[in-house]
């Protein structure tokens, strides 16, 4: 499932080597910390956070194959 973050992350953001997705455990839920350049943060919310709306139902999509949870945090 990182992979697939990963990959949609990288595809957002001009400076890539600042992306960092740090991925943990919660009550049996699968957190993902995704940390992006400032300028990039942007890009990665959208308007009124509508693309990091779309991450979330991807990843949770991706996640209800494999039967898991997942979260995804956008930290500055």
């Not at 300028?39 to 991807?58: M, P, Y």
């Not at 949770?60 to 945090?73: L, T």
Request: glycine content about 6%; hydrophobic content about 40%.
């Amino acid at each position: 499932m990182k992979d697939i973050l990963e990959t949609i992350i990288l595809n957002l953001v001009e400076d890539k080597d600042s992306v960092t997705i740090k991925e943990t455990e919660k009550d049996r839920t699968t957190v993902f910390e995704v940390k992006v350049a400032e300028k990039d943060l942007g890009k990665v919310i959208g308007k009124q956070g509508k693309i990091a709306r779309s991450i979330r139902t991807v990843m949770k999509s991706v996640a209800g194959k494999e039967h898991k949870k997942v979260s995804v945090e956008f930290v500055e």
